[in-house]
C-alpha cells in the first residue's frame, strides 16, 4: 500500500552551512522531482526549498528504500555521504509527514512564529510539482489539505497580525545594530518577496532602499518605484557598498555575491564607517568572512534566532489554537488516508467473491443440464448476489475507520479471506479452498420441465 513519506531538513536541525549546500533553487526543482520519480520506489514527488528549510513530500510503495533513494539523491547535492545526514534528517511517515507539513503551511513550523510568506512558499512548492508532473491522487490531496489548513490559520486566528517575518525581523536587527535609520542608506540584493518585505519594514524606519537585480530588472525597477528607491544591476554592487550603511541578502544565487576580496577594497575607501550586512539568502549572498573586516558587521539568517527568541511570547496563545486547527484538519486527512488505503482491499475482497461465486456455479455447471439459459443465468445472479451480501458490512466497515488502526485491520481482513495468496491453478477446482470440494445445491422446483417457474 502506498504511504506519504516526508523527509527534511529545517533550522531547527541544521546550520546555515548544511542547509545551503541540500537548497534547491526554483530552476533545480524540477530536475531534482523527475530525479526522484526515476527511482522505483517512488511514485509522487514534491520538494519544499526555503531560507529555513529543504524538504521532500514522498509517495512510496516501499517506505525503506524510497527514504535511502532521496537521502542518496541530497547528500549527492551536499557533497557529503548519506550517512552524515542521518544526525539533522527528519524522516516522517503517512500522518505524522502530514502534521508536519500542515505545521509549516500555518507558520508553526517558522522561524517567525506566523510568519505570513510560508503560504505562499508552500503553495508555489505545488505548483512546480504540478508543472513538473510529478505529483498525483496522494499528494495533490495533502497539499491542497495543507494549504486550506493554513489559510484557516491566518483567518481564524490572530497568529499574524502582527506581519513579523523574517524580513521585519532583519530590519528591526539592523536598526539595534546602528540606531537611527533614518535618512540611512540600504542596500537589498534580489527583488522577490523576501526583499520586498525588508524594503517595506526598513522604509518604515527611514531608510532610502537601492534594489540590486539582474535576472528580475523590471521587478527590481517596480519595486524601487513603490519604495521611491532606486534600481540598479549588480555590476553597480562596488559603489553601492561604498555609499551603503546596511545591505541585505535575499536573491537566490547559489554563489555568494558578496565577497570578502572585494569588500576588503570597498571598506579602505569607507574611512571607518560601520557597514552592517544580514544576509537572509539560503545559499548566502555574502560570504562569512566579511565579518572579519574592520567596521563590518555580518549576520546571517541563523543569527536571527536571539531577535525571534524574544518575541516568542506574543505568539504563544495564537499558536495554541492554531494547533487546534492543525488537529481538526489532520483528522478530516487520516480518515481519507486510512479510507483510501482501504480501497485496495475493498476491491480485492470483492474480486475475491466474485471468484467464489464463480467457482461455485463452474464446479456445478454439468448438474444443470436441463436448466434454460434464463434459469442459468438467474443462478449465475443469485450466486453473486449472496457473495455480494456476504461481504458488504466488512465493507462498510473498511470504508469507515478511517486511518486509525487501519493498516492492521487491512492485513488481518487480507488474512482471513487469502487476498495474498497466488493462485497455483486457474482450473475451477483449484478456485476454492478445501481442494476443490464440489458445493451442492439444492434442485430447483419442477427442474425437469426446462422453464422457469
Not at 50 to 73: F, H, K, P
Not at 217 to 241: E, H, S
Not at 357 to 366: K, L, P, R, S
Request: glycine share 8%.
Amino acid at each position: 500500500m502506498s504511504e506519504v513519506l516526508a523527509i527534511g531538513v529545517s533550522h531547527k536541525t541544521a546550520q546555515v552551512e548544511l542547509r545551503e549546500r541540500l537548497a534547491l533553487s526554483q530552476w533545480q526543482v524540477e530536475g531534482f522531482l523527475q530525479d526522484l520519480l526515476a527511482e522505483e520506489s517512488i511514485d509522487e514527488a514534491a520538494a519544499i526549498s526555503t531560507c529555513n528549510r529543504t524538504e521532500i513530500y514522498l509517495v512510496t510503495r516501499d517506505a525503506v528504500a524510497a527514504e535511502a533513494a532521496a537521502l542518496s539523491r541530497l547528500a549527492t547535492r551536499a557533497g557529503i555521504r548519506p550517512t552524515e545526514l542521518t544526525p539533522i534528517i527528519y524522516a516522517l511517515r503517512n500522518c505524522d509527514g502530514a502534521r508536519h507539513l500542515f505545521r509549516v503551511s500555518s507558520g508553526l513550523e517558522s522561524m517567525v512564529i506566523g510568519e505570513a510568506e510560508v503560504l505562499g512558499q508552500v503553495r508555489s512548492a505545488f505548483d512546480v510539482a504540478l508543472e513538473a508532473g510529478t505529483t498525483g491522487p496522494l499528494l495533490n490531496r495533502l497539499f491542497q489539505s495543507a494549504l486550506r489548513t493554513g489559510k484557516r490559520v491566518r483567518t481564524e486566528t490572530a497568529i499574524g497580525e502582527r506581519s513579523m517575518s523574517i524580513s521585519t525581523v532583519a530590519a528591526s536587527l539592523a536598526r539595534e545594530l546602528l540606531g537611527d535609520l533614518d535618512g540611512s542608506r540600504v542596500v537589498i540584493l534580489g527583488a522577490g518577496e523576501t526583499a520586498e518585505l525588508a524594503a517595506k519594514a526598513l522604509s518604515a524606519y527611514g531608510a532610502q532602499t537601492v534594489f540590486l537585480a539582474n535576472r528580475r530588472r523590471n521587478r527590481a525597477l517596480a519595486l524601487a518605484q513603490k519604495f521611491d528607491g532606486k534600481a540598479i544591476f549588480l555590476d553597480g554592487l562596488p559603489d553601492q557598498l561604498h555609499k551603503a550603511d546596511v545591505v541585505i541578502g535575499a536573491t537566490s544565487s547559489p554563489h555568494p555575491i558578496v565577497t570578502a576580496d572585494e569588500l576588503d577594497q570597498v571598506v579602505r575607501l569607507r574611512n571607518g564607517r560601520p557597514l552592517v550586512l544580514i544576509d537572509l539568502a539560503v545559499p548566502r549572498d555574502i560570504e562569512a568572512a566579511c565579518g572579519d573586516l574592520a567596521g563590518v558587521t555580518v549576520r546571517d539568517i541563523d543569527d536571527l534566532q536571539a531577535v525571534v527568541d524574544r518575541n516568542k511570547s506574543v505568539r504563544a496563545a495564537e499558536a495554541g489554537l492554531a494547533e487546534d486547527i492543525v488537529d481538526d484538519e489532520i483528522g478530516i486527512f487520516a480518515q481519507w488516508l486510512g479510507t483510501l488505503d482501504a480501497v485496495p482491499t475493498i476491491r480485492d475482497l470483492r474480486t475475491r467473491g466474485e471468484e467464489v461465486a464463480n467457482a461455485v456455479i463452474a464446479e456445478n455447471a454439468g448438474r444443470w443440464e436441463s436448466l434454460s439459459d434464463t434459469d442459468r443465468e438467474r443462478v449465475e445472479l443469485l450466486a453473486k448476489t449472496v457473495a455480494q451480501r456476504l461481504l458488504h458490512e466488512p465493507t462498510v466497515q473498511l470504508r469507515g475507520h478511517g486511518n486509525e488502526g487501519s493498516h492492521g485491520r487491512l492485513e488481518t481482513v487480507r488474512e482471513i479471506f487469502g487476498l495474498d495468496k497466488v493462485k497455483q491453478s486457474q482450473e475451477p477446482s483449484e478456485s476454492l479452498e478445501g481442494g476443490g470440494e464440489v458445493v451442492e445445491l439444492p434442485p430447483r422446483r419442477g427442474a425437469d420441465s426446462g422453464r422457469s417457474q
